[in-house]
């Protein structure tokens, strides 16, 4: 499993807008690792932003 799959099943489990920093004590994932994988995510359109600085996998994610 990558990390960017990681990142998404991490925000599922947890069930509401999360930050890079819930996730990355969550997953116990790097902290860079995350950010690129959110930047990545953001991009593709999986992760959508409810409120500034939480996010959340996207209706079709």
Do not use: H
Not at 34 to 39: L, Y
């Amino acid at each position: 499993m990558d990390v960017k799959e990681q990142v998404l099943k991490t925000m599922k489990e947890a069930g509401k807008p999360v930050s890079a920093g819930e996730v990355e004590k969550l997953s116990g994932l790097d902290r860079k690792d995350i950010d690129k994988a959110f930047q990545a995510l953001k991009k593709d359109g999986s992760i959508v932003s409810p409120v500034r600085c939480k996010w959340e996998p996207a209706n079709n994610a």
